[in-house]
């Protein structure tokens, strides 16, 4: 599939996963909400494409053009990033927990926009690169989450020990297989569905909180989790 053109699509929610996109022009396309799990578009362009809440799991990025790329909120989640340009793009709130930069020259980051994204100790960004400069969310153990907005934040296998998430804003949101073990998670927000299948939430702090709308199948709890006291527990 190489060197197909499909700039200027409109392929929202399009189904794209584990295709060969390599080379593939995507300029100025609409892939709002798009499937690109494990897919390659390795040397793509994507300049002012609009990947915004992709779902882009393991996604290759090399050596693509993502210019101006409108990436807000995607799910990048151990995709690969090594040699992208991506001056100009916009990455608000993206999930880039095990996201590879690579060493590339911070130059290709110029004007990009990494405000309120997630990244974790494996997420690898390029030499000389202060993700400090922006307000962004380390996801880890002891991680301070108070009051963060991680709406529909893809957290599996996350390691989330003694992390503060007082009233976070923890809706719709996936943490299964997560560490939580000493988690506060006092006034956290789970009015909509929140999947903890096979989390660890011993000695977690659940006080203060509705979770009605939770998922607690196969989680690892015990004397020492402080659920509400109004909560059957499964």
Do not use: W
């Amino acid at each position: 599939m190489d060197f197909i053109d499909l700039s200027h699509q409109d392929l929202t929610q399009a189904e794209l996963s584990n295709l060969d996109l390599s080379h593939t022009n995507l300029s100025n396309s609409n892939l709002y909400r798009a499937g690109l799990f494990k897919s390659n578009l390795y040397a793509a362009n994507l300049q002012k494409a609009n990947l915004s809440h992709s779902y882009a799991i393991g996604l290759n990025l090399c050596d693509a053009k993502l210019n101006n790329a409108e990436v807000s909120y995607a799910n990048l989640y151990q995709a690969n990033l090594i040699g992208a340009d991506l001056r100009g793009a916009n990455f608000h709130g993206a999930n880039l927990r095990g996201v590879d930069f690579g060493d590339m020259d911070v130059a290709f980051l110029s004007g990009a926009n990494f405000q309120d994204v997630l990244y974790d100790l494996e997420t690898n960004f390029p030499n000389g690169f202060d993700i400090s400069q922006f307000d962004a969310h380390f996801i880890g153990k002891n991680a301070n989450l108070q009051s963060a907005n991680l709406h529909s934040a893809y957290l599996r296998n996350a390691d989330l020990r003694y992390a503060n998430l007082v009233h976070a804003d923890l809706r719709n949101c996936s943490l299964q297989h997560a560490d939580l073990r000493h988690a506060n998670l006092n006034n956290a927000n789970f009015d909509s569905f929140v999947d903890f299948s096979n989390a660890d939430l011993r000695y977690c702090d659940f006080s203060n909180t509705d979770l009605s709308q939770v998922l607690m199948d196969n989680t690892h709890f015990d004397e020492s989790t402080k659920f509400p006291t109004d909560y059957i527990q499964p």
